[in-house]
């Protein structure tokens, strides 16, 4: 199962490159090198903060139960019109977090989480249930004394709250204090601040031993924030992962990929550098941390288990054989982020990953934090450092154009539809060149291979490459190449190659296109349920192809090379785009007949003009009426 999901993380790049190929006219693979783990911050341990105490070892502190609870057991339920919130007084721990709508300048929007239907709208919960049975749940503390990490994680704090439940209207705000102290000489102090109309809370935490601060304090965030309701995860529908900011650098670890696991299914990650913040999530929610101060020490740890999911497909080919799989290997991901606990603020963000959200808060985060934040890199611009610049800032514009199109035609497929024909029509004048320099490049064939036969010839016999004969028959090869150069014919390609990249990456972060159905599809972010649009995506691919000129046929072995383009390739790229997001598809297959169509203009424009040609045959057609030729009488 992991070995599927990593080969799913290479298939949107390795369907751009190969979609490259087709116009230059040789194909390759491209696969990325798995994310090297470093061994020298990587340890196989076991987190046994939540787990009974064993037996005690040689040289090594035994871990002891906490005393009875003297604060009985309460749980306060704080509801907003942004979210509900259900926190737990054993531990000071949240147990539940449902996202109820997603507000930004451009709006707002109702959340539910994946399979929801217009009948049946289910809640979006962040928690999941196996981080609840396991006790990986967010805001629990870690020390580098294991005795007092589960006394912190598990005796009942006593809450300052006299109600139960704790609903905010509009521009509120409530704090919340959970206080435990012990007779070891342990205190410890949460206090929680909640605000009605924002996704970020406030976090203090107090902790000393005998009146001093105990050093290395450590707020776990998580496990697995997101969308549980996901029956199968793929390299479109992620699962949770850990980003972080750290050194000015963006670093995400995926559970069923960064992490090498020991017998018990237990990982650990360390991460070096100052941490600016750190969290966990998927692709369109998540939960991060801002500490008050940068500090170093960051750590991510995982667990993996087994599943049960109702029936589905991994691929065309189960597709096609009908072997469906009922099981997944899943991960619980956290973050161990290093903050200082003498009572400063941690900024809690829960929330969506929108982009136009996400980018009204740096501010907000920005002040209140006292440094530079920009927490709209939690959204997964790209796992390739190098072309994540590029995908960023392209793929940020399309957000907005795609949002301004849905503005007019409130469907989000009409949008794409009305995206790609504009920017397929801004591409004409180059595609126009295109066809004009293939056209040149074939006329010339039949001269440019006399030319060459003429220069291997003069080779064979011995004529130096400075002799005048050889120059000039090198100069005639130059004129000719001039005019028609298949680079440039290229050019089209090589602009949509970015914009291709860019454009998926907005359809796999905008929270707009989550759940927006178009037709027989039901959400376009992820895949077309009949696979309607992967087999008209290949038709198209190749009905664009045959009509699309090519570069110039001189050998036997580049016309079946083009054939096998032709053909292989269309069937290859459907096996590569096979469950990609709908709106992805909608995109390419749209822009396959708009090429089409663009083309069949062109042909009859570069027939416009063209003098008929003179063609000899070896005989009169039978229909063809004689004509007696006159006398001349001069």
Same mark, same amino acid.
């Given at each position: 199962?992991?070995?599927?999901?990593?080969?799913?993380?290479?298939?949107?790049?390795?369907?751009?490159?190969?979609?490259?190929?087709?116009?230059?006219?040789?194909?390759?693979?491209?696969?990325?090198?798995?994310?090297?783990?470093?061994?020298?911050?990587?340890?196989?341990?076991?987190?046994?903060?939540?787990?009974?105490?064993?037996?005690?070892?040689?040289?090594?502190?035994?871990?002891?139960?906490?005393?009875?609870?003297?604060?009985?057991?309460?749980?306060?339920?704080?509801?907003?019109?942004?979210?509900?919130?259900?926190?737990?007084?054993?531990?000071?721990?949240?147990?539940?977090?449902?996202?109820?709508?997603?507000? +930004?300048?451009?709006?707002? @929007?109702?959340?539910?989480?994946?399979?929801?239907?217009?009948?049946?709208?289910?809640?979006?919960?962040?928690? !999941?249930?196996?981080?609840?049975?396991?006790?990986?749940?967010?805001?629990?503390?870690?020390?580098?004394?294991?005795?007092?990490?589960?006394?912190?994680?598990?005796?009942?704090?006593?809450?300052?709250?006299?109600?139960?439940?704790?609903?905010?209207?509009?521009?509120?705000?409530?704090?919340?204090? $959970?206080?435990?102290?012990?007779?070891?000489? %342990?205190?410890?102090?949460?206090?929680? %601040?909640?605000?009605?109309?924002?996704?970020?809370?406030?976090?203090?935490?107090?902790?000393?031993?005998?009146?001093?601060?105990?050093?290395?304090?450590?707020?776990?965030?998580?496990?697995?924030?997101?969308?549980?309701?996901?029956?199968?995860?793929?390299?479109?529908?992620?699962?949770?992962?850990?980003?972080?900011?750290?050194?000015?650098?963006?670093?995400?670890?995926?559970?069923?990929? +960064?992490?090498?696991?020991?017998?018990? /299914?237990?990982?650990?990650?360390?991460?070096?550098?100052?941490?600016?913040?750190?969290?966990?999530?998927?692709?369109?929610?998540?939960?991060?941390?801002?500490?008050?101060?940068?500090? +170093?020490?960051?750590?991510?740890?995982?667990?993996?288990?087994?599943?049960?999911?109702?029936?589905?497909?991994?691929?065309?080919?189960?597709?096609?054989?009908?072997?469906?799989?009922?099981?997944?290997?899943?991960?619980?991901?956290?973050?161990?982020?290093?903050?200082?606990?003498?009572?400063?603020?941690?900024?809690?963000?829960?929330?969506?990953?929108?982009?136009?959200?996400?980018?009204?808060?740096?501010?907000?985060?920005?002040?209140?934090?006292?440094?530079?934040?920009?927490?709209?890199?939690?959204?997964?611009?790209?796992?390739?450092?190098?072309?994540?610049?590029?995908? @960023?800032?392209?793929?940020?514009?399309?957000? +907005?154009?795609?949002?301004?199109?849905?503005?007019?035609?409130?469907?989000?497929?009409?949008?794409?539809?009305?995206?790609?024909?504009?920017?397929? /029509?801004?591409?004409?004048?180059?595609?126009?060149?295109?066809?004009?320099?293939?056209?040149?490049?074939?006329?010339?064939?039949?001269?440019?291979?006399?030319?060459?036969?003429?220069?291997?010839?003069?080779?064979?016999?011995?004529?130096?490459?400075?002799?005048?004969?050889?120059?000039?028959?090198?100069?005639?090869?130059?004129?000719?190449?001039? !005019?028609?150069?298949?680079?440039?014919?290229?050019?089209?390609?090589?602009?949509? $190659?970015?914009?291709?990249?860019?454009?998926?990456?907005?359809?796999?972060?905008?929270?707009?296109?989550?759940?927006?159905?178009?037709?027989?599809?039901?959400?376009?972010?992820?895949?077309?349920?009949?696979?309607?649009?992967?087999?008209?995506?290949?038709?198209?691919?190749?009905? !664009?192809?045959? $009509?699309?000129?090519?570069?110039?046929?001189?050998?036997?072995?580049?016309?079946?090379?083009?054939?096998?383009?032709?053909?292989?390739?269309?069937?290859?790229?459907?096996?590569?785009?096979?469950?990609?997001?709908?709106?992805?598809?909608?995109?390419?297959? $749209?822009?396959?007949?708009?090429?089409?169509?663009?083309?069949?203009?062109?042909?009859?424009?570069?027939?416009?003009?063209?003098?008929?040609?003179?063609?000899?045959?070896?005989?009169?057609?039978?229909?063809? @009426?004689?004509?007696?030729?006159?006398?001349?009488?001069?």
């Amino acid at each position: 199962m992991d070995n599927s999901k990593q080969q799913n993380q290479t298939r949107f790049l390795l369907a751009a490159l190969l979609s490259m190929a087709v116009l230059f006219g040789w194909s390759y693979f491209f696969a990325p090198e798995k994310t090297p783990t470093d061994n020298a911050n990587t340890a196989q341990v076991v987190d046994t903060s939540n787990t009974p105490a064993p037996a005690a070892q040689p040289n090594q502190p035994q871990i002891v139960q906490p005393a009875a609870d003297e604060a009985p057991n309460k749980q306060i339920t704080v509801k907003s019109p942004l979210y509900e919130v259900k926190l737990d007084s054993k531990g000071a721990l949240a147990t539940s977090w449902i996202l109820l709508k997603n507000t +930004s300048p451009h709006g707002e @929007k109702p959340l539910f989480a994946a399979g929801s239907t217009a009948a049946e709208q289910l809640p979006l919960q962040l928690i !999941s249930q196996k981080a609840l049975d396991t006790n990986n749940i967010p805001f629990r503390l870690s020390t580098d004394d294991q005795n007092l990490n589960t006394l912190l994680n598990s005796r009942n704090y006593q809450v300052s709250a006299a109600e139960d439940t704790i609903t905010l209207g509009e521009g509120q705000e409530r704090q919340i204090d $959970f206080i435990l102290t012990d007779a070891s000489g %342990v205190a410890v102090t949460k206090s929680f %601040v909640f605000r009605a109309d924002s996704y970020v809370a406030d976090l203090q935490v107090k902790l000393t031993r005998n009146d001093q601060p105990v050093p290395n304090t450590k707020l776990l965030i998580g496990a697995s924030i997101g969308d549980h309701a996901i029956n199968h995860h793929n390299f479109y529908q992620i699962e949770s992962e850990a980003v972080a900011a750290v050194n000015d650098d963006i670093v995400r670890h995926q559970g069923y990929y +960064s992490f090498t696991y020991d017998a018990n /299914s237990q990982s650990s990650l360390a991460v070096d550098g100052k941490v600016d913040w750190a969290g966990i999530g998927d692709a369109y929610f998540a939960m991060v941390a801002i500490p008050a101060t940068q500090n +170093s020490g960051l750590e991510f740890k995982a667990e993996k288990y087994e599943v049960d999911t109702k029936p589905y497909y991994d691929g065309i080919f189960s597709w096609i054989t009908r072997s469906e799989k009922t099981k997944e290997t899943r991960h619980l991901v956290t973050a161990y982020l290093p903050i200082n606990a003498d009572g400063s603020t941690t900024k809690v963000y829960t929330g969506t990953k929108d982009y136009f959200a996400l980018n009204a808060y740096n501010d907000v985060l920005t002040k209140s934090v006292g440094r530079p934040i920009d927490v709209v890199d939690i959204i997964n611009f790209s796992n390739y450092s190098i072309i994540r610049p590029i995908t @960023k800032y392209l793929s940020i514009p399309i957000l +907005s154009a795609l949002n301004f199109f849905n503005n007019f035609t409130h469907n989000y497929g009409v949008a794409i539809i009305i995206f790609t024909f504009l920017f397929y /029509s801004l591409l004409f004048p180059l595609r126009w060149s295109q066809s004009r320099s293939f056209k040149k490049a074939a006329a010339n064939a039949p001269k440019m291979k006399e030319i060459q036969d003429k220069i291997k010839d003069f080779q064979k016999k011995g004529i130096p490459i400075d002799d005048p004969r050889m120059r000039e028959l090198q100069m005639e090869q130059l004129r000719m190449t001039k !005019s028609a150069l298949p680079i440039g014919g290229c050019l089209p390609m090589l602009l949509q $190659f970015p914009l291709l990249i860019a454009f998926y990456t907005a359809v796999t972060v905008s929270l707009g296109i989550r759940q927006a159905s178009f037709l027989w599809l039901p959400d376009l972010s992820v895949g077309d349920p009949y696979h309607l649009l992967e087999f008209a995506f290949a038709a198209s691919m190749i009905l !664009s192809m045959k $009509f699309t000129p090519q570069a110039a046929i001189v050998t036997p072995e580049q016309q079946m090379q083009q054939k096998l383009m032709t053909y292989f390739m269309p069937i290859m790229m459907l096996w590569v785009m096979w469950s990609a997001p709908a709106g992805l598809l909608i995109y390419w297959f $749209f822009g396959n007949v708009v090429s089409f169509g663009q083309q069949l203009i062109i042909n009859r424009m570069n027939k416009t003009g063209e003098p008929p040609k003179e063609e000899i045959v070896d005989s009169m057609p039978k229909n063809v @009426k004689k004509v007696k030729p006159k006398l001349s009488t001069s």
